[in-house]
């Protein structure tokens, strides 16, 4: 022998941060439209909580066909288009994708678009 101990159980790999990431997106598409709707509520500002719920209206809810449409975030789709309801912090809603369960990273990307990349 080397003079080397080993316990007989292989160190975790490390594992590559994309392949982490599409693993975390893999778990936000498996829930439901009423996990969804359960922690957009947890959120406390009403304009973020809308500005969320579109967010995930759109990456987890739009390609659904109209005949299996989840319907769980159309109050808050109705509250989009509300004059009143004052424009949240794009950090408010950074933080607010987070506690939905949006790895940072994605939520970050997700509240940065602007009209040059279209």
Do not use: H
């Not at 936000?28 to 359960?38: M, S």
Request: with cysteine; glycine share 4%.
């Amino acid at each position: 022998m080397n003079g080397t101990a080993t316990s007989g159980t292989a160190t975790p790999a490390t594992i590559d941060p994309k392949k982490a990431l599409r693993l975390e997106v893999t778990k936000l598409r498996a829930r439901k439209g009423a996990e969804w709707n359960e922690l957009v509520r947890e959120i406390q500002d009403r304009s973020v909580q809308v500005k969320v719920a579109c967010i995930v209206w759109w990456d987890f809810f739009s390609n659904r066909t109209l005949d299996k449409r989840w319907t769980e975030l159309d109050e808050f789709l109705t509250d989009a288009f509300n004059p009143s309801l004052p424009e949240p912090a794009v950090e408010a809603v950074q933080e607010g994708l987070v506690a939905v369960g949006y790895p940072p990273a994605i939520a970050v990307r997700r509240t940065k678009i602007s009209d040059e990349e279209y």
